[in-house]
């Protein structure tokens, strides 16, 4: 079944910090997992033990210190340059603070037409179609025109969801995306995310949260990262009901 395709796959990736002069810090250990078409999956841990890493290694950011990142099963670990930049249409992230990842010049509308506009969509149309992303990210033709600061938290982040629908990337990562939103919102934003999988069955999540009450409302699979290894993989429902790992243990219950 498609549903069965890997989008993503990380082996044995592993992120070592600090170089000859400075003591070393091993903040990703040799991980394996895999993202699968259609899913989202969560990754939860306390703060420092590697999700945000984990995730620049994936999208570039940072250069692992070992270990492969294949999507589609091509590996991308050492892609550069215009190869890189075409993978990277496929995957789009969504940050903590909204605010910060938009331009405070630039209205939300002008970052969500400059994406279409780069992939040939002319003034108008590209001005149509980043309303319609607004539209179905819940925000009315009015925010087009609005400035970052003249918006909510929560808006703000409806807006960078928009700008990455824009590219129609075939992977969306959220890192705690919603942590800096308050419950109402955040829940908002977590019922978005189901509407979008939904009309998109194609799309594949990851889902960063320290809450794994947030985690359980929208993945299907998630991972417990702690001190920079996975230490449990498995069903949410699964996982919560029957954790397996001391550390997953000692997490649910500081949540329950
Ligand atoms: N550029 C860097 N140089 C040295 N150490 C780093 C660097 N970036 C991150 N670290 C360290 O790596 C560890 C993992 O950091 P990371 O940001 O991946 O954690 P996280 O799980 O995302 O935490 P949080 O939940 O707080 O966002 C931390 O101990 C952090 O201090
Ligand atoms: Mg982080």
Do not use: W
């Not at 620049?56 to 091509?74: K, W």
């Not at 002008?110 to 309303?131: M, T, Y």
């Not at 109402?184 to 320290?210: A, V, W, Y």
């Amino acid at each position: 079944m498609e549903q069965t395709k890997k989008v993503l796959e990380v082996r044995n990736l592993t992120k070592v910090f600090g170089n000859k002069q400075a003591v070393k810090f091993t903040a990703v250990d040799h991980i394996h997992f895999s993202l699968y078409q259609g899913e989202c999956l969560g990754l939860i841990g306390e703060s420092g033990s590697g999700k945000s890493t984990t995730v620049s290694m994936i999208t570039r950011l940072l250069d692992a210190t070992e270990g492969q990142i294949l999507m589609n099963g091509n590996d991308i670990t050492h892609l550069k340059g215009r190869k890189l930049r075409e993978v990277y249409k496929e995957i789009q992230m969504v940050f903590q603070m909204p605010t910060e990842s938009f331009d405070p010049r630039c209205t939300l509308g002008d970052g969500i037409v400059e994406s279409l506009r780069n992939q040939g969509l002319s003034k108008k149309d590209a001005r149509e179609e980043g309303i319609k992303l607004l539209k179905r990210c819940g925000l009315s033709e009015e925010y087009f025109d609005r400035y970052p600061h003249e918006v909510s938290g929560g808006q703000c982040q409806r807006a960078a969801i928009a700008r990455a629908l824009a590219i129609h990337p075939k992977i969306l990562i959220f890192d705690e995306a919603t942590s800096a939103l308050d419950v109402t919102i955040q829940k908002e934003i977590i019922d978005l995310l189901r509407e979008l999988k939904q009309s998109n069955q194609e799309l594949s999540i990851l889902f960063i949260c320290h809450d794994i009450a947030l985690v359980q409302q929208i993945c299907d699979r998630v991972l417990v990262m702690y001190q920079g290894s996975i230490v449990e993989e498995g069903m949410v429902d699964e996982v919560i009901r029957n954790p397996k790992a001391a550390y997953t243990m000692r997490l649910m219950e500081s949540v329950l």
